[in-house]
């Protein structure tokens, strides 16, 4: 048999047969007691459940078509392309298959595979029909009214309404996707299609999937990216083939149910069974808990509250919460032994097992992650039906390809790939290799020779010892990626790993006791327990968050992330490696050593910068001097403190900043310092500035974050109207406010800086206004290259005054979307000053480059010479 044909052979029984029965064998030991293991088929060549990774048939294919998937993304291959590379390497390998060039006639159809992988991703991402939503609509919101069908269960968000660091209290709201039918246009309703993002200002009740409604909101296409470093939110809904998202307000007629339709629908029952679940889970439970169990059980994470899933992330630990392969397992294992004892037979079991899982996975919502536990434990359990031997290789690949025939980006999820990659550690890293027989005869004697009491500590000892290891392992293979993906590094998982991971799994099994009981009553007796073990596991997160705080990074040099995971694929598939623990382990220590080393390096720039984030309404200015010194001007937005989290730290971390050498806040207005907990959470902060009447301020977000800075030992100090600082060639003038006064609101008493640095200046004025700005107008001018436009732009501090005393050739206001339709302010542009807003333009960043002055907006992707 040629090799060309056995290799279509094996791959059409790999996918058939083997990846549902072969290959899936050795880890239904997880859940199965092993007198009750089938034996193995002997009519075919058995393979180990950990051999050969490369020989496996569909790894090679898993392959080639992420390959093609991956070009795709980065070359966006013509569709056309693709498929005329599939048929021309078809026909290359038909050519080549009869004669003896085997190796040319496989590589062809691998490569077949790869320009496959490329042209489904192509039309998966790229192709639409003609009336799709997204050809209709631009990013600035338009009114608009449409009819569709829901497609995913509403998600609930609860608002926040005692944050002292909030100007405004955040409502109760609700995000699902639209399947569009039709819209309303010019009066009339015409034919569309397409899916769209709906969020509304109002918590749902009632609604499934497979309803259809009609809603009435602001329609656009999803905003890019404002600032560098920034998450892509719109790249993540193109990537869930979401092309447009719809606002509706909390108003009576902005959503009518036209049809009742979940009860026809698979999904529809399984929204209502989660509705139902989230009901009986806050009837049953304490308030202190609630959150916790509907993460744990359900996987919804918008009913947690925010400080604890913080908590959870900080140390290392979230994964305990987020619905993945750990889950399945353990209801797998549960369920295996209660319906063993409920005298059902092993090949019943087996499949009640598998439907049950694929329910539930459905259920919590189908992400990549836990669907890729389904694909695996429905393959195991196929083992077990079948009774054939295990690769686990062919597992692992089919599970890999089924995520990506589901949706080929998903193979970019962070999740996804964390999953598959804490998986592949705990399957081929853990070593196999059976102990010598002589070894075992001698471990006897000496068991026998010892107390039962001592053998019971040393077991427990080799037990715990088993599992740390384990933990270690699969933190050194994880580390990089989630400190280049999250930047953010949590030692406390290595310790409080195992222990929250148990409570965690005892609370699932508790708490699935307590669902599966509450419609006959009994599940009250199941809620004392689900809430211990939840409090417990809450009170331990807590405690290590205190002592064992997370490390904040940069991220992985890209080159480092390359080459580590490329050495990890021999440690993981290398038998010599893998059977040798300290060497594969110290591979693993020596990469992540060095990958924190290189994240933790000091970076310092060269060349100045002045950069303006697009935070919405509110203000951050960063500024790089020359010398390496990293100062930070206001830290706020009116849209709540997350804008640290969103905005001011990535921007930070991808210029490979992890100090911040000086912090001024401008005044004591929320908008402008509600960012700054979070920015001492992240970075170290050597010195803060602010005004006199900051420190006065008795408002409980000025306090808040006074006394934040006293518990990290951040100096503090005043700037008053004179005062001046120098980093190397640069200045900075305090121009305002004076020591005392002036009257009026927060806003007249603005920090005022004046910055220049060699042949450049710029003014940075806060939200100065009122009396203020009549103060600083009555001083000598200061023409400036740049000029923040204060108080956002608004035209009441924005007066011709101020545009001839400062004279600037480039005027910035930091803002959000405007108001109405009203003109931008002009007397800037009426003097020939270019007007920017960071709303419109995105970050807006001012540089030297190679002798010269530049501007660049991130948006908009503007770039010109302005000095």
């Known amino acids: 048999?040629?090799?060309?044909?056995?290799?279509?052979?094996?791959?059409?029984?790999?996918?058939?047969?083997?990846?549902?029965?072969?290959?899936?064998?050795?880890?239904?030991?997880?859940?199965?007691?092993?007198?009750?293991?089938?034996?193995?088929?002997?009519?075919?060549?058995?393979?180990?459940?950990?051999?050969?990774?490369?020989?496996?048939?569909?790894?090679?294919?898993?392959?080639?078509?992420?390959?093609?998937?991956?070009?795709?993304w980065h070359l966006c291959i013509p569709l056309g392309w693709s498929l005329g590379a599939i048929l021309a390497c078809v026909a290359a390998w038909a050519v080549h298959a009869p004669t003896k060039q085997q190796r040319l006639?496989?590589?062809?159809?691998?490569?077949?595979?790869?320009?496959?992988g490329a042209a489904y991703h192509q039309w998966r991402q790229h192709y639409f029909d003609a009336g799709d939503m997204r050809h209709f609509v631009a990013v600035d919101p338009t009114p608009a009214r449409l009819r569709g069908t829901v497609e995913s269960e509403p998600a609930q968000t609860r608002g926040i309404s005692n944050d002292p660091l909030r100007t405004f209290a955040s409502q109760d709201s609700s995000r699902f996707v639209l399947g569009v039918t039709e819209w309303r246009k010019h009066g009339e309703w015409q034919p569309a299609s397409g899916r769209v993002q709906v969020q509304i200002e109002r918590a749902l009740q009632g609604y499934h999937v497979g309803d259809r409604l009609e809603l009435v909101g602001l329609l656009a296409l999803p905003r890019g990216p404002a600032n560098p470093g920034e998450f892509d939110h719109a790249e993540h809904l193109r990537d869930q083939g979401i092309g447009a998202t719809l606002q509706v307000p909390d108003a009576p007629d902005a959503l009518i149910l036209v049809e009742r339709g979940w009860p026809g629908s698979l999904f529809g029952w399984l929204g209502w069974a989660r509705a139902w679940s989230e009901k009986r889970i806050a009837e049953l439970l304490p308030e202190s808990t609630r959150g916790l169990a509907q993460a744990l059980l359900l996987g919804s994470e918008t009913q947690l509250d925010k400080n604890e899933w913080d908590a959870f992330f900080r140390t290392g630990v979230v994964h305990v919460l987020a619905i993945s392969g750990q889950h399945?397992?353990?209801?797998?294992?549960?369920?295996?032994y209660t319906l063993r004892l409920a005298g059902l037979r092993r090949k019943a079991r087996a499949l009640t097992i598998a439907i049950l899982l694929l329910g539930y996975a459905l259920l919590t919502g189908g992400r990549p992650p836990v669907m890729r536990a389904a694909w695996v434990v429905a393959a195991y359990t196929g083992a077990v039906l079948l009774r054939r031997p295990p690769w686990h290789a062919n597992a692992f690949a089919l599970a890999w390809l089924g995520i990506a025939a589901e949706n080929p980006a998903s193979i970019f999820n962070t999740g996804c790939q964390l999953s598959f990659l804490a998986v592949a550690v705990l399957f081929w890293v853990t070593p196999m290799r059976e102990s010598d027989p002589d070894e075992q005869a001698l471990g006897g004697v000496i068991r026998d020779s010892r107390h039962r009491i001592i053998n019971a500590a040393v077991d427990a000892v080799t037990f715990l010892g088993k599992i740390y290891f384990l933990n270690l392992a699969v933190w050194l293979a994880i580390a990089p990626l989630v400190a280049d993906r999250f930047h953010v590094l949590s030692p406390a998982a290595l310790l409080i790993g195992p222990p929250v991971v148990l409570l965690g799994s005892l609370a699932l099994i508790s708490g699935m006791l307590l669902l599966l009981l509450a419609?006959?009553?009994?599940?009250?007796?199941?809620?004392?327990?689900?809430?211990?073990?939840?409090?417990?596991?809450?009170?331990?997160?807590?405690?290590?968050?205190?002592?064992?705080?997370?490390?904040?990074v940069p991220g992985m040099p890209n080159a480092f992330l390359w080459l580590f995971y490329f050495a990890l694929i021999p440690v993981l598939t290398w038998n010599f490696l893998r059977f040798r623990v300290w060497l594969s382990s110290g591979i693993l220590l020596l990469g992540c050593s060095i990958g924190v080393a290189l994240a933790l390096w000091p970076q310092r720039t060269s060349t100045f910068a002045c950069t303006f984030l697009a935070v919405g309404h509110g203000g951050c200015v960063v500024i790089e001097t020359a010398s390496g010194e990293v100062l930070v001007y206001d830290a706020g937005a009116m849209s709540g403190p997350d804008v640290t989290r969103r905005t001011i730290a990535p921007f930070l971390w991808q210029a490979g900043h992890r100090r911040i050498d000086v912090l001024f806040l401008s005044h004591a207005d929320l908008d402008h310092y509600n960012g700054v907990k979070g920015v001492l959470e992240r970075f170290g902060v050597s010195k803060a500035y602010v005004t006199h009447s900051f420190r006065e301020r008795l408002s409980p977000g000025a306090q808040l974050t006074a006394a934040e800075l006293d518990r990290r030992g951040t100096p503090v100090e005043v700037l008053r109207r004179g005062d001046t600082l120098s980093f190397g060639d640069l200045t900075l003038e305090i121009l305002h406010p004076p020591q005392v006064g002036p009257d009026g609101n927060e806003n007249a008493r603005s920090l005022v800086i004046h910055l220049r640095t060699q042949d450049v200046s710029f003014l940075l004025t806060g939200d100065l206004e009122g009396p203020g700005l009549e103060q600083l107008l009555r001083q000598e001018p200061r023409p400036v290259d740049v000029l923040m436009a204060p108080h956002h732009g608004s035209k009441a501090a924005n007066?011709?005054?101020?545009?001839?005393?400062?004279?600037?050739?480039?005027?910035?206001?930091?803002?959000?979307?405007p108001r109405g339709y009203a003109p931008r302010p002009n007397v800037y542009e009426e003097r020939g000053a270019r007007y920017f807003t960071t709303w419109g333009q995105g970050a807006i960043a001012f540089r030297k480059e190679a002798g010269n002055w530049t501007a660049e907006t991130f948006l908009s992707q503007r770039r010109w010479l302005w000095k």
């Open 1 to 72: 048999m040629h090799a060309s044909r056995r290799l279509l052979r094996e791959v059409l029984r790999t996918f058939f047969f083997d990846s549902i029965g072969h290959s899936v064998y050795h880890a239904s030991a997880f859940f199965l007691d092993p007198p009750q293991l089938p034996p193995m088929a002997s009519t075919a060549q058995a393979t180990p459940a950990t051999g050969n990774f490369w020989r496996a048939p569909l790894v090679p294919i898993a392959l080639a078509a992420t390959a093609g998937i991956v070009l795709d």
């Open 105 to 116: 006639a496989v590589f062809y159809l691998r490569l077949a595979f790869l320009f496959a």
């Open 328 to 336: 399945l397992m353990v209801l797998a294992a549960f369920l295996w």
């Open 519 to 552: 419609p006959l009553g009994l599940g009250i007796l199941f809620a004392c327990p689900t809430h211990a073990l939840l409090k417990a596991s809450s009170v331990l997160v807590h405690q290590s968050g205190d002592w064992a705080s997370a490390w904040y």
């Open 799 to 817: 007066v011709p005054a101020l545009a001839g005393w400062a004279r600037p050739k480039v005027v910035v206001s930091s803002q959000g979307p």
